[in-house]
């Protein structure tokens, strides 16, 4: 006997919006390394999330002028938008160190990341954040022969496990569907 599962990997930018990275910074070296290494970060993602990756810098004190937050992003050649007056913003968020990263998504802003200061690898933590945010899985159809069924890590972003337990032997045809009903795996 052969029964069919199919499961439905998905991605949710279209259902969830955009996420937004924040960097709250004074004019420091770890303010500029860290924009420019979350900006990379955030090019590469937009290769697969195309536009659902924003990137906003903001300067923590309100003390800022608009030429002088226009200065900082252009003088070190950001891309990015830029805010002046964000201390409230970065004290909701957290609290300060130099610089603050938050990141946010959907249209709830749900917080995927928060970091106080910036070290060689955040851009990355950033980035698993961001992928785990875009990334998910679910089950269409379940075999009614199985007593359970299990997908992990989920959600998941590169590679998943299955798992079945079946009320007895059988062939089992998995199927891993995108969310446009393209065969992606089988």
């Not at 390394?33 to 900006?39: L, N, Q, S």
């Not at 002046?84 to 909701?92: L, N």
């Not at 928060?114 to 950033?126: E, L, Q």
């Amino acid at each position: 006997m052969t029964v069919m599962v199919r499961c439905i990997i998905f991605i949710r930018p279209s259902i969830l919006g955009i996420v937004v990275v924040m960097e709250f910074f004074m004019t420091c070296n770890s303010c500029i390394t860290g924009g420019h290494e979350v900006e990379e970060m955030i090019a590469e993602l937009n290769v697969q999330y195309p536009d659902k990756v924003k990137f906003y810098q903001m300067a923590y004190t309100n003390s800022y002028t608009c030429t002088s937050i226009l200065d900082f992003v252009n003088d070190n050649g950001f891309n990015s938008v830029p805010f002046d007056s964000g201390a409230a913003i970065v004290a909701y968020y957290g609290g300060f160190g130099m610089p603050t990263f938050a990141v946010v998504g959907g249209s709830t802003h749900e917080v995927l990341y928060t970091g106080i200061g910036y070290s060689s690898g955040d851009a990355d933590d950033m980035g698993m954040a961001i992928e785990e945010f875009f990334m998910a899985t679910s089950v269409n159809e379940v075999y009614a022969g199985a007593t359970s069924m299990n997908i992990f890590p989920n959600p998941a972003i590169n590679t998943f496990s299955i798992e079945m337990n079946l009320k007895e032997n059988a062939d089992v045809e998995v199927q891993c569907l995108a969310l446009m009903e393209t065969l992606s795996i089988r």
